[in-house]
């Protein structure tokens, strides 16, 4: 496998006067692990139909696997759509087996297929259940297999996570582990931030149709303002004592038994930088604890906490398509 | 194709295990069965009734029996002649079917006697035991009138054969009277120049085939009524398995998952032969149950059998035959997309149920445009209706057997296609509207807009 699976050039979807995705470049690069994310109705479930052809654009340019969504290149993605659907009176082992032939496989190996994934995730006892006779959560698994029965080479996942229980969230990731371990490259959309924390190689921000980052999770986490907390003992001037060392350090809260002092940490400083010249500049230190950055605060700090807050909506909530 | 088949075999196979289908499929062989058997019973099982004709002699009484003897030797005679029509010959000889009125001598000679009798309080004595009266005939003083007293109004066929057999004993009587016989009507009918059918044909035709009229000469038109009227039941039939299955796949959000597996064209022709399938399945197994009550029935009336072969020879002749399949392809794939695209657009069966009504009236401008070219073929107005393409797959075969121009065939067959492609182009449109961007029905005035406008600019 050569190149990038997916290359989104200034794709632009409008939906009558509303305007989904604007200007939208992608560039997915081979056996990578991407997360797509963003609050519902950032435009991710929709960039991710186009990337599959299943809407088209009404601008830009979409390649997959190096040319426009076909069925041969389709072959070789496997996509599990934000609004999931099963046939319910087909039963599991059937339903996985049927969306593998479907992609190709021929009969025996797509039961045997089928055989093997319910095996190895816990779903052996159900092998002859009805779609309709399963909960939620385990339909949802059974459509996940389903997307990665037929061994793509792509995995393309639309809020992958939402509807699981942690259990199964956590039998999710092992599972992207896996297919990344493979040989897959895979993307997937969320707008749970952890996930894409503990799973990626890198990520792409999205709000309101825009593109509002696109890297690594170290590059992302270096955009941050960062800083740190020491707690010294009532009555000491840290501010005073650190200012001489090159840091800017406030006093952010009585503790009680002492004062917190915020310090913010110049670019390519960390934060063992600032208990160091702490401790040389002779306070009497009763805590410390560097920020813990996190994507969401990323995302925050780019497009503020209005648009952040859409994060915690349930998936779907904002990001329907209008005909 | 793969695709095909595996879309095809999936939807099949989910009809097919349903509980419904299985009780479709019962249902019909099941309401035959139970007809014909209840229907077999009604008769045999009615009852043979007495009656009695009260009279100063016996001439209304002789009278009434000679009508019914004549009505029985005229009903066994038409059955001989249709079967010696159907080559059984002499084969066709039977007893005479069971009288069901029989007349007994009056019990009283007045109303108020024969009331109990009437009333079931009390029996008479006859041929078949003791019974009450069904019916009393009563002439009155004068003369002029023979009044019929029963307790049940309902069963009329005693009074009608009384009424002819006065009828038939006035003209008897005034025959008589003016000195000419009895079968002086008869015999001057006899004497009238006959009409009889004959088929005019080529001469070399005519040579081989002569010119009288037999079942092959109207079996073809038979056939393609039959072929008419099948593409209608299967188009009526398909209905419900496009609308509801389409509702299905919409509701359960799978179109994102197929159409990321199949073409949509794929998806589209996959379904449509899925139900297809179905109802040809249905039709076949009534067809087998059908075909194998008339075998048994043919053992049972001797020359039944010989009855099927014009009608084979109708169906296999190319003439019938090509278009008749041209045009059962093409009206099915039309029908079905415009009910399959329609369907894509309901999120419920309430919703689904809001259309059936202007489909069922689509479907029954056809209904009526068979009805008229099988009662006239030649007619104008299906010369016009055959042009529509809405029409043309179930008129163009209806018209086969009389012979239309070539020309208009061929021009009605390719304006069926023209009109076939543009339903698919626009059936898939709509569809993909519908099953992939969630448009509703309210959403379908506004989509065809656009196509036309942006066709148009």
């Known amino acids: 496998m050569a190149g990038s699976p997916l290359v989104l050039t200034q794709v632009t979807k409008r939906f009558g006067a509303f305007t989904a995705v604007t200007g939208l470049s992608l560039d997915v690069p081979e056996g990578k692990i991407i997360g797509f994310l963003g609050p519902n109705g950032a435009g991710k479930s929709t960039s991710l139909r186009m990337s599959l052809g299943v809407i088209p654009p009404d601008e830009g340019e979409v390649r997959l696997f190096g040319e426009r969504p076909n069925i041969l290149s389709l072959r070789r993605v496997g996509f599990l759509p934000e609004e999931r659907g099963l046939y319910k009176k087909m039963t599991a082992r059937e339903t996985i087996a049927y969306f593998a032939r479907l992609k190709g496989m021929s009969a025996g190996e797509a039961k045997a297929r089928a055989n093997e994934l319910m095996d190895a995730t816990g779903l052996e006892a159900f092998k002859a259940s009805r779609i309709s006779k399963l909960s939620k959560g385990m339909a949802q698994k059974v459509q996940i297999l389903a997307t990665l029965a037929h061994r793509p080479d792509f995995l393309i996942l639309d809020e992958p996570f939402s509807g699981l229980d942690p259990v199964n969230q956590q039998v999710l990731e092992d599972l992207i582990r896996a297919e990344h371990a493979r040989g897959a490259t895979i993307l997937f959309s969320t707008h749970v931030m952890e996930h894409a924390e503990r799973l990626c190689d890198r990520i792409v921000m999205m709000a309101r149709g825009r593109k509002v980052f696109d890297g690594t999770l170290p590059e992302a986490f270096a955009s941050l303002e960062k800083g740190a907390s020491i707690e010294v003992e009532t009555g000491f001037d840290l501010g005073t004592a650190l200012a001489a060392k090159g840091f800017a350090a406030q006093r952010a809260a009585d503790r009680g038994h002492g004062d917190a002092w915020r310090i913010a940490l110049p670019k390519g400083v960390g934060p063992q930088d600032a208990l160091r010249a702490a401790i040389e500049a002779g306070a009497p230190i009763t805590g410390f604890a560097p920020d813990e950055a996190r994507l969401r605060d990323v995302f925050v700090s780019l497009v503020g906490e209005a648009e952040a807050a859409a994060l915690d909506a349930p998936a779907g909530a904002q990001e329907g398509v209008p005909a | ?457």
Not at chain 2, 8 to 35: C, E, Q, T
Not at chain 2, 192 to 203: D, G, L, N, Q, Y
Not at chain 2, 215 to 239: C, E, H, K, Q, T
Not at chain 2, 413 to 429: C, D, Q, R
């Open chain 2, 1 to 457: 194709m793969r695709n095909i088949y595996l879309i095809f075999r999936r939807d099949y196979l989910g009809y097919v295990k349903a509980w419904g289908f299985w009780l479709s499929l019962a249902a019909v062989p099941a309401l035959m069965l139970i007809g014909s058997t209840f229907a077999l019973f009604a008769i045999q099982s009615s009852p043979v009734r007495y009656y009695t004709v009260v009279e100063p002699g016996h001439v209304y009484a002789d009278a009434i029996d000679a009508q019914f003897a004549v009505d029985e030797i005229a009903e066994k005679a038409q059955e001989m002649a249709e079967q010696i029509q159907m080559g059984a010959g002499d084969k066709a000889a039977g007893a005479l079917r069971e009288r069901k009125f029989v007349a007994v001598p009056p019990p009283a000679r007045d109303l108020d006697g024969l009331r109990p009798y009437l009333l079931g309080e009390a029996t008479v004595s006859g041929p078949l035991g003791p019974k009450p009266l069904f019916a009393a005939f009563i002439l009155s003083e004068d003369g002029t009138t023979l009044e019929y007293w029963s307790d049940d109004v309902n069963i009329n066929t005693l009074r009608y054969e009384a009424r002819d057999a006065m009828r038939q004993l006035a003209r008897t009587e005034a025959l008589a009277a003016a000195g000419l016989s009895a079968d002086f009507i008869e015999t001057a009918d006899d004497a009238a120049v006959k009409v009889p059918e004959r088929r005019i044909r080529s001469v070399a035709d005519q040579e081989q085939a002569g010119n009288e009229v037999t079942l092959a000469d109207r079996a073809p038109v038979f056939v393609a009524g039959a072929m008419a009227y099948f593409l209608w039941l299967m188009v009526f039939s398909i209905i419900q398995y496009l609308l509801m299955g389409t509702i299905e796949e919409r509701s359960n959000k799978i179109f994102d998952t197929l159409l990321t597996s199949v073409r949509m064209p794929e998806l589209i022709a996959g379904k449509l032969l899925a139900v297809f399938a179905v109802t040809s399945t249905m039709m076949a197994v009534w067809g087998l149950f059908a075909l194998s009550g008339s075998a048994f029935l043919s053992t049972l009336v001797p020359g039944a059998g010989d009855m099927i072969t014009p009608f084979m020879t109708a169906a296999a002749s190319p003439q019938i035959m090509i278009p008749g399949l041209v045009s059962f392809v093409m009206g099915y794939i039309m029908y079905g997309l415009i009910f399959m695209a329609l369907g894509s657009l309901c999120d419920t069966i309430q919703e689904a149920q809001t259309l059936l009504s202007p489909m069922m009236i689509l479907l029954m401008l056809p209904m009526f445009a068979i009805f008229i070219a099988f009662q006239d073929p030649g007619s104008p107005v299906v010369d016009i209706a055959t042009w529509v393409p809405l029409f043309t797959p179930f008129l163009l075969i209806l018209r086969m057997p009389h012979d239309p121009p070539l020309w208009e065939v061929i021009v009605q067959m390719g304006l069926m296609l023209a009109t076939m492609l543009a339903v698919l182009w626009f059936s898939i449109k709509v569809y993909r509207a519908g099953a992939v961007n969630g448009a509703g029905i309210g959403d379908l005035g506004r989509m065809l807009k656009g196509m036309l406008g942006r066709r148009a600019g």
